[in-house]
């Protein structure tokens, strides 16, 4: 008895150096004295290595690892243990089938992502929709595409938020539905998916709906070469916004340097006419001619 009351007495001493390790982020140390005491059975320490493992904390993330410890944990009755392991295994799950899709193994990986599916798994919905649409370890299906889509687009997946768009926008196995499309591309938007805000912004453009046009390509600044082109176009024009040329100048003429955007070229040709510097506009039309710009042409000839 005073044996087995000396043992407990040395893993909980162990189980509290190993906390303050683990408070001081040592966690290569926290972990090796929890995965000791796990293995005597505590069953805190269990749980514990069972979230470093997953997290990736003083030890190389391996969520199989992390399972086997949750589920020592579990079978001890650890309650959190219990709640966390259905999710984890998914994980571990989802995580097996994206390394045999990654290394072309499809055939292999569709039957991961299928039972993932089944359950409601995200990714995974979305991940079944892509091997359909593509016909990639199985036949192509546009119908089963769409589904899993659809399926994905209700648990808020942006980017199958976005392909669902594009499917009632063209009408792919599905009668076109303009105000569909729209719906899923702003759910997707807001959800910072940027292919999604440049569409809407571009729509929005067309209809010369520019202030909420404006406001889609600002958002995806940063992220997409064409919405900072297009943010600073209308800022320069004042179309869905203040009109500030002085502003807008520096990014169009960025632009035009950086990325060879010869409409940004050809704005700042008339910016330059505008100020009555004859040279200045007469140089950006020709580099914007010869980027191919017609509009750039047919002014040059002129000048």
């Known amino acids: 008895m005073n044996g087995l009351f000396s043992r407990k007495k040395d893993v909980n001493k162990l189980f509290e150096k190993a906390l303050k390790f683990y408070q001081a982020n040592e966690f290569e140390k926290a972990y090796a004295i929890w995965e000791e005491t796990a293995e005597l059975g505590n069953i805190v320490a269990q749980f514990n290595c069972g979230l470093m493992?997953?997290?990736?904390?003083?030890?190389?993330?391996?969520?199989?690892?992390?399972?086997?410890?949750?589920?020592?944990?579990?079978?001890?009755?650890?309650?959190?243990?219990?709640?966390?392991?259905?999710?984890?295994?998914?994980?571990?799950?989802?995580?097996?089938?994206?390394?045999?899709?990654?290394?072309?193994?499809?055939?292999?990986?569709?039957?991961?992502?299928?039972?993932?599916?089944?359950?409601?798994?995200?990714?995974?919905?979305?991940?079944?929709?892509?091997?359909?649409?593509?016909?990639?370890?199985?036949e192509k299906d546009a119908g089963k595409a769409l589904a899993y889509y659809l399926r994905a687009a209700e648990t808020g997946d942006e980017d199958a938020l976005f392909a669902c768009g594009e499917h009632y926008e063209a009408g792919i196995v599905c009668e076109k539905d303009l105000d569909k499309a729209l719906s899923y591309y702003a759910k997707a938007a807001e959800k910072d998916q940027v292919p999604a805000m440049i569409r809407l912004g571009k729509y929005y453009y067309a209809q010369k709906e520019y202030e909420k046009s404006y406001q889609y390509f600002k958002s995806a600044v940063g992220a997409d070469e064409e919405a900072d082109f297009m943010e600073a176009k209308m800022r320069f024009y004042g179309l869905g916004t203040q009109c500030d040329k002085e502003e807008a100048v520096p990014f169009l003429k960025w632009i035009a340097e950086e990325r060879s955007n010869a409409e940004a070229m050809f704005i700042l040709s008339r910016y330059w006419a505008e100020k009555g510097d004859i040279k200045l506009c007469r140089e950006w039309l020709r580099l914007a001619t010869e980027e191919g710009c017609e509009e750039a042409v047919s002014e040059y000839e002129k000048i």
């Open 53 to 138: 493992c997953y997290k990736g904390q003083g030890v190389r993330k391996d969520l199989a690892k992390a399972v086997a410890f949750w589920e020592k944990a579990a079978a001890q009755g650890h309650e959190t243990a219990e709640k966390m392991l259905p999710e984890l295994k998914m994980k571990k799950e989802f995580g097996d089938a994206k390394l045999l899709y990654h290394s072309g193994q499809y055939e292999k990986a569709l039957p991961g992502f299928l039972s993932l599916a089944e359950r409601g798994y995200a990714e995974a919905l979305r991940y079944c929709a892509f091997l359909y649409k593509e016909g990639r370890g199985t």
